[in-house]
Structures are given as C-alpha cells and as structure tokens.
C-alpha cells in the first residue's frame, strides 16, 4: 500500500491579514492546531509542518504532538522553498505528498482521506479536490513529480506541474466546500468565527491558491 505523508505550510507571515494568522484563535485552539488535527486523525502515515515566520511561537504549540517539524529559513522567497523543505524531510518509504495550508482549519480528515484512497487506486502523479466543479486544497503529488517540484522557481508554488501533469490529473469531487475556504483576509477571519454562532459557510470563489 502506497504510503503518504502529510505537509502542511505554515511558514507564510500573512502579509494580506498583517497578522500570523496560523495563530489566530478558533474553537478554543489555533487555526494551525486544527490543521494538525485533522492531519494526525487521517491515514496519512506521517505529518510535517513547515514554519519559517514566528517559529518560536509556533513551534511550541504543535511539537510533541505527533508531528514532525522542517524550519524553512528561506520562507520569504515564496511558498515554492516551503514546498521543497518538506519534500527534503521526506524519505524514500514515502510515496506521495499531500500538501495542507496551513490557513484552513475547517479541512477534514475525511476529504483526506477520500484522496488517498483515490490515489492508491489508481495511477495519477497528481489528485485534488473539486467541489462543484472547482478545485481546491490539498492536493496530493506523488513522488513521480517531486524532482520537477524542486526546481520550481522559489516564488511560483506548484502551478505549473497542473500543466506539465494536465493529462493526468485526478480530480475527486468532495461534497465540502472548505476546500475553498482559507484564511487569507480580515474578513475571512470574521466569517470563520461566525460559524461558532450558528452561521452556515458559504461557497467561495476559489482563489486559485497555491499550490493548487
């Protein structure tokens, strides 16, 4: 059975929220904490979160928790160099990479899941999440393309393999909109703290997030 380990980028400064908005409350935890979370419960066979902005705030909350940590120091070329600080984490046992924002607390383990199963079926280097005809976050890449990811410029994140890959994508449709949803604005922040008051999550329009 083809192993995948879970990357989730967390090394962003959140220059559009002018916050580290991976350290925002929500539920009583972190958004990054429920990140984590929802990655530890799945079947992911292992878990790696890249820090690189606040580290030394971030790291204490996640560490001991069953996560490994990669510190990129070299976070503010772009998200391609934290995409490739967690593939350097990883060794040869692992056969695929899904990679998790670190911004969207409302993914769950079951849309993870539900793209691991699709991809142990079959035999596409890259699977993703659609829902209503859109896709989201997180994608899963497989090892095939993890050569062509680490010469990725620094600030392009991983778009241009969905080109280079077009005809084998694998895209799964999922019945939860979170895949859209990520923390990006103010305005987001305020409408992830409407639902602990009973408010329903919208569909968004996706924004085209690296790295999907």
Request: with cysteine; aromatic share 6%.
């Amino acid at each position: 059975m083809r192993r995948v380990a879970g990357i989730i980028l967390a090394a962003g400064e959140g220059s559009r929220m002018g916050t580290t908005k991976q350290l925002l409350p929500f539920r009583g935890k972190s958004i990054l904490e429920w990140v984590v979370q929802s990655a530890l419960a799945s079947t992911l066979h292992r878990v790696v979160v890249v820090v690189g902005h606040e580290a030394e705030r971030i790291v204490p909350l996640i560490e001991g928790g069953g996560v490994e940590v990669a510190l990129n120091p070299e976070y503010r070329r772009g998200q391609s160099s934290s995409l490739n600080c967690g593939l350097r984490s990883l060794g040869p046992e692992t056969d695929a990479a899904l990679f998790l924002l670190g911004d969207q607390p409302l993914i769950t383990p079951a849309v993870i899941d539900s793209l691991i199963r699709a991809y142990r079926c079959s035999a596409h280097p890259i699977v993703m999440p659609v829902y209503q005809g859109r896709r989201g976050n997180p994608v899963l890449f497989d090892r095939e393309t993890f050569p062509a990811m680490m010469e990725l410029p620094a600030d392009c994140g991983a778009r241009p393999l969905f080109e280079k890959y077009r005809e084998r994508l694998l895209k799964v449709p999922v019945e939860d909109v979170s895949i859209h949803f990520d923390i990006d604005t103010a305005a987001d922040y305020r409408r992830l703290l409407e639902l602990d008051g009973g408010g329903a999550l919208a569909t968004f329009t996706c924004r085209e997030r690296i790295p999907s």
